[in-house]
Structures are given as C-alpha cells and as structure tokens.
Nanobody
C-alpha cells in the first residue's frame, strides 16, 4: 500500500499565497506521476496541476500563471505553490499519485485532502 500525506492548507485572503506539500510513502516500486486535484462544494473533482517523474508539468487553465507544481523524485514528494489566490480557488485539495508496480500496472492513490479557503 501507498500512503499520501498532505499539508499546508488553510485560510488566506484574496491575493495571498499558500504552499501545499504531499509526501508518498509505503510500498512504492515506481511513481509515474503525481498531481493535485480539487473539489469545491457541489462541483466535480478537477485536475489542478500534474507532474511526471520526468518533470513534465500540466495545469488547469484557471490556475496557469498563478500556481506552480514541483517535485522531488528522491523524496517522493510534490509541492503546489498557490499565488494570487482567488475566492474561486476555495476547495478541498487532494494529492494523487499514479504508481507502477513491478509489472508496470498502474495504481492510483489519493491523499485525505486539505482545505484551502480564500476569503476576506
């Protein structure tokens, strides 16, 4: 099993910043990619940003230029820097990891979620 532990959420004013972190541990053979998703009340979970083990990144259009994802393969850790936060960024943010086993079969794992609230 693989566990993902997130931290860094909280309450911030519009225009403020937060930094989320997610560390993976457990029986990890190889991590193919990690990412952050978010889910606001009454809405579907959506991809915010992702990063592959090779360092390629992708972002939702709504966060491009404001959020930055980075990772450390050696530490199995990924970070999400959230800048210029807006009230519409308020959501529970979930860390995701796509892991590959010895046979290259992919498995998805999720963190418990961390609340980000942007409000004055």
């Amino acid at each position: 099993q693989v566990q993902l532990v997130e931290s860094g959420g909280g309450l911030v004013q519009p225009g403020g910043s937060l930094r989320l972190s997610c560390a993976a541990s457990g029986r990890i053979f190889r991590i193919n990619s990690m990412g952050w998703y978010r889910q606001a009340p009454g809405k579907q979970r959506e991809l915010v940003a992702g990063i592959t083990s090779g360092g390629s990144t992708n972002y939702a259009d709504s966060v491009k230029g404001r959020f930055t994802i980075s990772g450390d393969n050696a530490k199995n850790t990924v970070w999400l820097q959230l800048n210029s936060l807006k009230p519409e960024d308020t959501a529970v943010y979930y860390c995701n990891a796509e892991c590959l086993d010895y046979y290259n079969v992919p498995y998805d794992y999720w963190g418990q979620g961390t609340q980000v609230t942007v409000s004055s």
